[in-house]
Nanobody
Framework: QVQLVESGGGLVQAGGSLRLSCAPS????????MAWFRQAPGKEREFVAA????????DYADSVKGRITISRDNANNSAYLQMNSLKPEDTAVYYC???????????????????WGQGTQVTVSS
């Protein structure tokens, strides 16, 4: 089994920055594509960003383009989400996800991911 543990969430003022980390353990493969999703209070969970297994391909939701960067370090089996110029509407629980599909692409649909973390809360105050 694979476990994903997110960290780095917290309370930040609008315009500030946070860096989220995702640390996989168990039978995780560095060949797994990964992604971040988020769920705001009263809303459905939504796609934020995705990265291919080798980091060559990335994809972002329109709402975060230019402000958020996804990256990964396969040597340490970790993924990151650098969030800058944060807005109150970025407030949500952020989830790390990994897909067992071994390919070079990125995936933005929740059903394409097999493993999920417990989430980390990000709160942006105005």
């Amino acid at each position: 089994q694979v476990q994903l543990v997110e960290s780095g969430g917290g309370l930040v003022q609008a315009g500030g920055s946070l860096r989220l980390s995702c640390a996989p353990s168990g039978r995780f493969s560095s060949r797994y594509p990964m992604a971040w999703f988020r769920q705001a209070p009263g809303k459905e969970r939504e796609f934020v960003a995705a990265i291919s297994w080798n980091g060559d391909n990335t994809d972002y939701a329109d709402s975060v383009k230019g402000r958020i960067t996804i990256s990964r370090d396969n040597a340490n089996n970790s993924a990151y989400l650098q969030m800058n110029s944060l807005k109150p509407e970025d407030t949500a629980v952020y989830y790390c996800a990994a897909s067992r599909y071994i390919g070079s692409g990125t995936y933005s649909l929740q059903r394409e991911y097999d493993y999920w973390g417990q989430g980390t809360q990000v709160t942006v105050s105005s």
